[in-house]
Every structure is written in C-alpha cells, then in structure tokens.
T-cell receptor, first 115, second 114 residues
C-alpha cells in the first residue's frame, strides 16, 4: 500500500541554521512521483518540487535542496541558511504511475524559524 | 499567472444546511481533485475527475457529499446536510494527465459547521 511518513512533527531552528526534513515513502509501483509542498501560515499549498522514480539526481534550487534515495525510499528536503519566511508546514507526497492519480500526503512537518 | 480559484474562502453554517463549494481549475488542465484537510486526518483525497468524468470518489461520504464538473471551468463540491464533523479546509487542485503530473492547489475553503 502507498504510504508517506514524515516522522518529524515539529522542528524549531534559529535563522541561518540548516535544516533537513525527512520523508520516507512506500509503494509497490516501479514508476511513481514524489513531491514537496509548502503550506505557509496563510494556508495555501505551494508546489516546491516534483521528482519521478527514474531520476535520482539530487536537485538544488537556491537555498533548497532535495536528496532522493531509492535504496532507502527517502526523499529528504534541506533548507540551507534558514530564514523566518521559511516557517511553514511542509508536506511530502507520493503519486503512482497512472497519470493524474491523486496525491498521498504525509502528515507534514511544522518548521519554525526564529530570528 | 494562472491559478486555481475557489469560492467561498470562508463559510460558516449551521448543522443541517447545504453547503456548496466551487472551484475554477487552471485553464487547460483536465484533472481536478478535491482534498480535505483536518488536524486529525491531515490532507485526504475526497474525489477526482479527469476530462470532467469522475474517476474516484471513494474518499467521500456518499450519503451527504457530491462532486460534479458541470463544465471544464467549474467543479463543485456539495454537502447536504452538513454536520459539525465536516468542518475542515477543502482544497481543490488541478493538473494535466501528462508526465508532469503536478497538481496546483487553490487557496482552499475553510468550512465551519456549527
């Protein structure tokens, strides 16, 4: 069965610290997609990244980076030099091969960055 | 800047009343999803459509919830009668059934049933 686990419920850091948000997934499909979304205090869900199961290259976008490891079924998200504006709930999600299928979300990690 | 829009943004109603939430997907997107977010359950799928046809509504309580797409620019989620346990944020998302498979979310409707 599909499942996404974000074991860290809450993380608190001080500005400029690096922080890694963990995501572990379960799926029987060989082709699947992984996502990260950000939900700031305003409530909307903002798409951050999508990865397919055949692309294990790590990705960096500014202060954000993602580490995809199929061997451990993990898709971790690192924020370098965190800022107060990074404070939000971050969701990891999985969808399987059939195009257009729904997202299975983890429970989310609440990140609080203090100045 | 194409966005998914949802109305209303906030709704307070009394138990037993009918509630209708609307969603306008991004123009050209052919999949539409309804999710519900609660503190206890997190984000869970209620229903989704592809090319306006319902594909999966197994997440919805069938006796009181219904979802439709009258046309390609409008999706509706209706609750009748509403109950306090329906209080949640309801998100609509749209996407393309291509390999991109990314869903873009609307701002949500915050529903409170008293």
């Amino acid at each position: 069965a599909q499942k996404v686990t974000q074991a860290q419920t809450e993380i608190s850091v001080v500005e400029k610290e690096d922080v890694t948000l963990d995501c572990v997934y379960e799926t029987r499909d060989t082709t699947y997609y992984l996502f990260w979304y950000k939900q700031p205090p305003s409530g909307e869900l903002v798409f951050l990244i999508r990865r397919n199961s055949f692309d294990e290259q790590n990705e960096i976008s500014g202060r954000y980076s993602w580490n995809f490891q199929k061997s451990t079924s993990s898709f971790n998200f690192t924020i370098t030099a965190s800022q107060v504006v990074d404070s939000a709930v971050y969701f990891c999600a999985l969808s399987e091969d059939q195009a257009g299928t729904a997202l299975i979300f983890g429970k989310g990690t609440t990140l609080s960055v203090s100045s | 800047d194409a966005r998914v829009t949802q109305t209303p943004r906030h709704k307070v109603t009394e138990m037993g009343q009918e509630v209708t939430m609307r969603c306008q997907p991004i123009l050209g997107h052919n999949t539409v999803f309804w999710y519900r977010q609660t503190m206890m359950q997190g984000l869970e799928l209620l229903a989704y459509f592809r090319n306006r046809a319902p594909l999966d509504d197994s997440g919805m309580p069938k006796d009181r919830f219904s979802a439709e797409m009258p046309d390609a620019t409008l999706a509706t989620l209706k609750i009748q009668p509403s109950e306090p346990r329906d209080s949640a944020v309801y998100f609509c998302a749209s996407g393309l059934t291509l390999r991109t498979d990314t869903q873009y979310f609307g701002p949500g409707t915050r529903l409170t049933v008293l």
